[in-house]
């Protein structure tokens, strides 16, 4: 029999194999880093959680198209200069209003239009942009899976998902969805890294690295006191201190400094998000004030943001949210109606339809919707009200096999898929 010691001495030989053959050489900075993830899973992870992480953090930023191709345009500039220019870079805008910016493994790069108004000049996003693209490059989130890996936690635990998969990331009527828990969280050396590189980066593609002290510097600030509000999610996973701030200084003593700011053209990109910046501090206004089930209030500050941009389809799904609590369901279709013609590239707007059209006995296009939805992401809400209207329709080999997704996805919709489950095999 195993003693105890002997137990933990095996572990320990284990994980030691595993860190010496999990050896490989960091693209960027060419010394070793551990990684259990080969290149070839990095990519196939990026893309396939890509497409998930938009959608579960609002989708892409539609009013003004233009900006998510003069995004690009910068991150590709930079994306070439890069140690690993092979990747297949992307990078997108989404509507979001929190200020945060995140990178998946090859390449997969998403800024919020929350931050983007936080900066000044196009060298300041270039600083984000560079960042980003490090710690792609450098293959980080390959190390951050890899330690969680070694530690007991395996890949599954990070979010990994297959098709058959389902989220409960829609919390509730009136809140916002939750974000992935793919996206990596950087240790200190990770994201000093990136500071240094990324301004290399800047400077290669001719931008002023004074663009990165800069963005620190505001960040410092920023995180002092009430400033701070808004912004935990980019101080969580990138935190502010003066120490990145003195080694940015120092870095930019060796790099050119004739790099460009495009102030001008940056100010000019970002112009319609500042024209609808009281637009969406409305709509902000309006989640807390339903969060607080202010629903009346809510509702006006939504409508206030409706009529200020009345292409915004986050203004009317979140009308349609309001209504529903008010159990005004036929008003509450219209309006998700409304925001599925003005952004149909998002799931939330059509399972929100699809559970109206539920509500209001229209099985057949509640069936549509919520079957729409599952195309753009996998909802233990959608499989749980397609259960319902399945059973509904008397179709009950259909509504177990939903009711038993949704109920793998635990929380309270799980329970509840799990009671109808219990219901139709008569063992409840």
Known sequence: MISRNQAFFAAVALTATSIISGCVTNPVTGEQQFSLVSAQQELNLGQQQYPINQQQQGGQYTIDPSLQEYVNRVGQKLARVSDQPQLPYEFVVLNNSVPNAWALPAGKIAINRGLLVQLEDEAE???????????????????????????GAGLAVLGAATKDSAYADLISTGSQLGGSAYIARYGRGNELESDEYGMKYMAAAGYDPQGAVRLQRKFVELSKGQQSNGLEALFASHPPSQSRVSANIEHSKSLPKNGVTNRDAYQKAIAQLKRDADAYENYDDALKAANKKQFDTALNLVRK????????ASFFALEGDLLAQKKQFDKAHQAYDRAVQKNPALFSHWLKRGMASAQLKNYTAAERDLNRSLRYLETAYAHFYLGEVYEKQGNKQSAFKHYETAAGAGGEIGSKAQARIQALTGKG
């Open 125 to 151: 996003l270039a600083a984000v942009l560079g960042h980003e693209i490090v710690h792609a490059a450098a293959r980080h989130s390959a190390t951050a899976m890899s330690q969680q890996q070694v530690l």
């Open 305 to 312: 943001a409706q009529k200020q941009q009345p292409k915004e």
